[in-house]
């Protein structure tokens, strides 16, 4: 059975466009009175004005915008970081030593900022000389070539080389060094793989429902956007310089399950199925992020899009996000600060500007997502909607692998199933096109016994962030910390329903602990005797799908010590829990 999808080509979409601006001032109203103002909302025409400009195929700030913008913006003014990727920069910067890099601000900017451009993150605080690598890897999808190339790549590492599912249905490999980067890259394409564009001022990996095109209920397969957007942001793996320069990040993802396993209510732009006049297509939502300052749902941009125009309607979301966005103040750089100021009408008044008929037809009624429905268990074994065949979840302790597992999981995808692994948003991985006469036997696999399709209750929703293990901006360890504490509350309670538990080393909420049940965000905090120690924020409430809410916090600067029995006291008073002693006590 194949598992590979036909090829998707790659539409022939203008690179840029104008945008002339009125010169009168320009009125706009606000649809969403939760997010941005509720009254009509005046904009001078000069504010319409884009403030980058294209030169020599890159977009750059333009001059008269210069003034207040933030270090990162004045190093991408100074040297544009694609250039060392499609003039080759990189092969010269890998020849460089470290300690000779460190001594120019240019390329000291390089490995710390512009590399990031080519998906690679320099851990100086606390892994010097070694670089985080992130793969673009639409839907979650992945070959067992390419995972065996990623762990021939981390193998050579040693104990500094592991890799890493992330809650973007991604891969990150860890240990990399500098002089081998080149040729890890050549060895990216040979097995249909980039890392370009994959972090800072860029599109994150395009999301969509990990069981795309083999699930008995799904309401599209996702593949195709998912793949079309991925070719559109790197411009098939060459380089997009037009999007290159966005103010933030920015998240996309295509709903294509009623389970909303793609949680579009935290993503910038969110595909919605929906039908219009027949018509298959979807409504748009925009604008949801988390940051350190400010955390936000997405909201409805009163749009739908037929599915041809997909990768135009985010083209132009990209480009009002690019050419008007704020450039000062980090933390208020992701879009939504943008929608804010201008108001979802004015915003979607953009957006549809920069259509290429500048029209943008009003949301359908006929939303295809079904609001009251039980999320799946994406763990366990499981029909497809292809009789005689089955995907089995496999529970990844907080998506942290080596080398050899990451060879084990190939072959059995090559045994058992297609050749194909999928990656989830919660760390885990499926095994996708099993026949039904091989699943005795890949049960009884040794790697089954740790990497288990039926874990324990709690440890089922357990996510966990990078931690200050290997990220300079965590200000805790949350991997091994996630799993001892789950497993100590585990002994003391009995749990009747899964809990999911984030945890986030820092306040950039990689673990996206406000979408969990509960939340843990790491800090600094003082214990009983008043010394300084390792703590956390306690979220609580957070909730997914068609009901979605981001959790509040509960409790400020808990110890991690002191966690334990917080997080015991939190599953029986609000989660039903059963403390262990009194459950035999009824039981004798």
């Known amino acids: 059975m194949s598992s590979s999808l036909s090829a998707v080509r790659f539409p022939s979409l203008p690179l840029s466009s104008s945008t002339s601006s009125a010169r009168s001032r320009t009125r706009v109203f606000s649809a969403a009175p939760a997010v941005a103002p509720a009254t009509a909302v005046e904009v001078d025409a000069e504010r319409l004005e884009p403030r980058v400009e294209e030169q020599d195929g890159f977009f750059v700030l333009k001059q008269k915008f210069r003034q207040g913008i933030n270090p990162q913006e004045k190093v991408k ?51 010097y000389g070694r670089f985080m690598m992130r793969l673009k890897l639409p839907n979650g999808v992945t070959t067992s070539e390419q995972t065996r190339y990623l762990a021939s790549v981390i193998r050579k590492y040693g104990k500094d080389g592991c890799g890493d599912v992330t809650t973007r249905q ?60 991925s070719h559109y942001i790197t411009a098939n793996s060459q380089g997009n310089p037009t999007i290159t320069n966005l103010p933030r990040k920015w998240n996309v993802c295509v709903v294509g399950s009623h389970d909303l ?42 749009a739908w899009v037929a599915a041809d125009d997909v990768i135009l309607l985010c083209k132009a979301v990209l480009e009002a996000f690019r050419d008007l966005g704020f450039r000062g103040n980090r933390q208020k750089t992701r879009m939504m600060w943008l929608i804010d100021e201008l108001g979802i009408e004015g915003f979607r008044s953009e957006v549809e500007k920069r ?19 039980e999320r799946r268990d994406l763990l366990g074994v499981h029909p497809q909607k292809q009789e005689g065949f089955s ?16 060879d084990e999981l190939a072959c059995l995808a090559d045994t058992y199933g297609s050749g194909e692994l999928r990656l989830t948003v919660e760390q885990n991985i499926i095994i996708p096109n099993i026949d039904n006469s091989k699943l005795e036997a890949l049960l009884k696999e040794p790697l089954l016994e740790r990497f288990s399709p039926e874990p324990p209750i709690l440890m089922k929703g357990l996510v966990a962030c990078t931690g200050n293990q290997f990220c300079g901006q965590a200000i805790i360890e949350t991997k091994a910390r996630a799993l001892k504490v789950t497993e100590e509350v585990e002994r003391l309670v009995s749990v009747i329903k899964p809990v999911r538990m984030h945890w986030t ?77 009194r459950e035999e006590e009824a039981e004798d």
């Open 77 to 127: 003014i100074e040297k544009e970081p694609m250039k060392l990727f499609v003039e080759n920069g990189i092969e010269e910067l890998a020849k460089i030593p470290m300690e000779e890099i460190d001594k120019a601000k240019t390329t000291k900017d390089d490995i710390d900022v512009r590399l990031k451009w080519l998906g690679l993150f320099h851990r100086r605080k606390h892994h």
């Open 170 to 229: 991604n891969w990150q490999i860890r240990g990399v060094v500098l002089p081998d980067v080149p040729e890890i890259l050549k060895g990216l394409a040979e097995v249909g793989l980039t890392s370009l564009q994959s972090g800072m001022d860029n599109v994150r990996n395009p999301v969509g429902n990990p069981l795309a095109g083999i699930d008995p209920q799904e309401i599209v397969d996702t593949r195709p956007y998912t793949n079309l957007l």
């Open 261 to 302: 396993y793609e949680h579009p209510h935290i993503n910038d732009l969110a595909y919605m199925p929906a039908t219009k006049d027949g018509q298959f297509g979807f409504n748009l939502l925009v604008g949801g992020f988390f940051s350190p300052k400010r955390c936000a749902e997405a909201i409805p941009l009163d």
């Open 355 to 373: 259509m290429p008929q500048q029209e943008l037809e009003r949301a359908s009624s006929e939303d295809l997502v079904q609001k009251h429905w």
């Open 391 to 406: 995907f089995v979840g496999l529970h990844i302790p907080v998506g942290r692998v080596q080398a050899d597992d990451m």
């Open 505 to 581: 080393g820092c306040p950039n909420t990689c673990g996206q602990v406000q979408v969990a049940d509960i939340g843990f965000m790491g800090c600094m905090t003082r214990d009983e005797n008043g010394k300084t120690c390792e703590g956390a924020d306690v979220y609580l409430g957070g909730r997914i799908g068609s009901d979605s809410h981001l959790g509040d916090i509960y409790k400020k600067s808990v110890p991690c010590k002191d966690l334990v029995p917080l997080v015991v006291d939190i599953l029986v008073n609000k989660f039903g829990a059963v403390l262990r002693e």
